[in-house]
């Protein structure tokens, strides 16, 4: 047999703190009577020993209310006043008011208009539940989800209107739509059935295509034997020529605005490339996700200045005996030279300021310290540095966005460096995978891989769809407008995100957010014509009047989205 433990269980231990509140309440009330003589001559008084109210069962004092003079003579009183069961125990007697205010004939008492303890709490738990049901927002239109997706699931009522299997002219005819990019629903030649026009929002580009490896997402964590391709290096030179010219040809597409964005996943970052125009800024950018340390001072050494939208303002200055920047800045740590808000005459000020003062190893010097002392103390002040520029590494933090010209200089900066292809691995000397919604030199037209299957919820029947594969931020709203007009029931999506691109969205709303608030004509100017600059860059234009818009409430990461027939809206 084994023996007791001697841990007990919270069960176990609540029981026996209400037996000894149970014991110490049945000694206050058996001492109470004998306290409470005011006078030592006086004839004592004969205790009353009242135990019905424990054997019958009726609740006792809340053992955690405050135990004071003034509660035990509120009990007393209470104790002594006789409660009428068919008085429905007004409010008045639960306030523990004189017995003479509450005794009354039953018949007398009105008890639908009487404020009983009962009536109140229904009207209190009513009013409490409609002020706290929660209000769902609706909304006409997608917000613009910037993250890559690994799956999307449908979900409706009813059965969707296309199948696994397509027929020869709706393949044709999604393939047709998506390459020329034109809109099938008015199309008078093309295929416009629910079929044909699902299977051309499933199409994407890609470059490189290997059928033997999966090249997104990347899980460059795993263990695995190291590809064959970095043990031959004529391959390994050939797939890099190939896909030096695919990375050129995107990125004058972009520059161009015949391409609206495409994305660079790598083994250790995400980058996404952006046109002018897009979510009202008037000038390519490129968001790179997660970045490291070491990176970000390769990026400095190039001298491609960045900013970090994501970073804590404590955060975005190491270097504390500087001049302050504002708290709306989100300028990254040790590169002054972007601080574009301090007018040039503080910045030769500055200058001229620093250029007079001391070197701080001379002044210690002077005072008596060692050269290995400030050998020391420098070392300790690089570590403590770096540790503070360390800290948001492979976080969404750590989120680097190069604007302008700079975004042509990190392109240069992308297209020869080496370290961005991995040596050992699964994926040694592959490089990176580039994604478009548009096609370009060398890629691969991909579609996105489905399932269809029913489920049953709470004995109900729901059918399902499975999307598997890099679901693009304009795949999305397709395929939604493509169900609201031909599902005509609801439906609800939920997504599997790549989860270092969920920084995308985030720092693109922080973008919107701080162009909003700028009021210079020449912006305002320049985001009229956004739209139609980007023309021809392969999106619909429902999708690029949305695309376009410079709202940030335009910009939100999504996980779930529903659709209501009734009133043609979603909620998310």
């Known amino acids: 047999m084994e023996p007791t433990s001697p841990w007990k269980t919270p069960n176990e231990v609540m029981q ?3 037996l000894k509140r149970r014991k110490k309440a049945l000694q206050d009330r058996m001492k109470q009577p004998l306290c409470s003589t005011s006078n030592e001559t006086s004839a004592p008084k004969i205790v009353d020993l009242d135990f019905s109210r424990i054997l019958n069962g009726d609740k006792r004092k809340n053992p955690f209310s405050k135990d004071n003079a003034e509660q035990n003579k509120k009990l007393k009183l209470a104790s002594d006043v006789q409660l009428d069961e068919s008085n429905d125990k007004t409010l008045f007697a639960l306030l523990k008011l004189p017995a003479k205010v509450v005794e009354k004939p039953p018949t007398e008492v009105n008890t639908e208009k009487l404020s009983t303890f009962s009536n109140l709490l229904q009207k209190f738990t009513a009013d409490h539940s409609v002020e706290t049901k929660p209000v769902e927002a609706k909304y006409k239109h ?3 989800d910037w993250a890559l997706k690994t799956k999307l699931r449908l979900m409706s009522t009813k059965p969707f209107a296309w199948t696994s299997k397509l027929k020869a002219s709706e393949e044709a005819s999604g393939i047709t739509g998506f390459v020329r990019c034109l809109d099938t629903t008015s199309s008078p030649t093309l295929d416009t059935s629910p079929r044909a026009r699902f299977h051309q929002t499933c199409l994407y580009w890609q470059h490189p295509q290997l059928p033997w490896l999966q090249l997104f997402p990347r899980s460059s964590g795993r263990v695995a034997a190291t590809s064959f391709i970095a043990t031959n290096p004529e391959l390994k030179d050939a797939l890099h020529r190939e896909w030096t010219e695919s990375f050129r040809s995107l990125f004058q597409l972009l520059r161009a605005l015949h391409c609206p964005y495409f994305y660079v ?3 250790t970052f995400t980058c996404l490339f952006r046109a002018a125009g897009l979510c009202g800024i008037s000038e390519p950018c490129a968001l790179i996700s997660p970045t490291t340390r070491g990176f970000r001072q390769t990026l400095r ?10 970073r804590p303002d404590h955060k975005k200055r190491l270097n504390n005996s500087e001049e302050e920047r504002p708290k709306s800045s989100s300028f990254d740590s040790c590169y002054d030279t972007m601080d574009d808000s301090k007018p040039m005459q503080n910045a030769q000020e500055k200058d001229q300021d620093s250029a007079d003062e001391e070197d701080p190893d001379q002044f210690l010097s002077q005072l008596g310290l060692e050269t290995e002392d400030l050998r020391k103390i420098n070392n300790a002040q690089a570590r403590a540095s770096a540790a503070a520029e360390s800290s948001v590494d492979s976080a969404a933090q750590s989120l680097v966005l190069v604007r302008g010209a700079e975004a042509q200089a990190l392109f240069n900066f992308l297209l020869n460096c080496k370290s961005i292809v991995s040596d050992t691995g699964p994926f040694a000397g592959v490089p990176p995978t580039l994604l478009s ?10 579609s996105l891989k489905f399932r269809e299957n029913s489920v049953h919820v709470e004995g109900k029947k729901y059918y399902s769809m499975e999307l598997r594969g890099p679901v693009l931020p304009t795949a999305v709203p397709a395929l939604f407008a493509l169900l609201r007009r031909s599902a005509r029931a609801h439906y609800s999506a939920t997504f599997a995100h790549l989860q270092p691109t969920l920084a995308f969205s985030w720092a693109a709303h922080a973008i919107a957010r701080d162009e909003s608030s700028k009021e210079n ?5 320049t985001k009229a014509f956004n739209k139609e600059n980007l023309s021809d860059c392969g999106i619909s234009e429902d999708l690029l009047q949305l695309f376009c818009s410079p709202d940030p409430s335009m910009v939100k990461s999504l996980d779930s989205v529903k659709y209501n027939t009734e009133d043609d809206t979603y909620t998310w």
Do not use: R
């Open 16 to 18: 026996l703190h209400k």
């Open 142 to 144: 997608l917000t613009i």
């Open 265 to 267: 996943c790598a083994n």
């Open 301 to 310: 050494q190039e001298d491609i200045e960045f900013t970090m939208p994501l």
């Open 437 to 446: 919604p548009t096609a370009f030199h060398g890629g691969t037209l991909q």
């Open 521 to 525: 004509e020449p912006n305002q100017f």
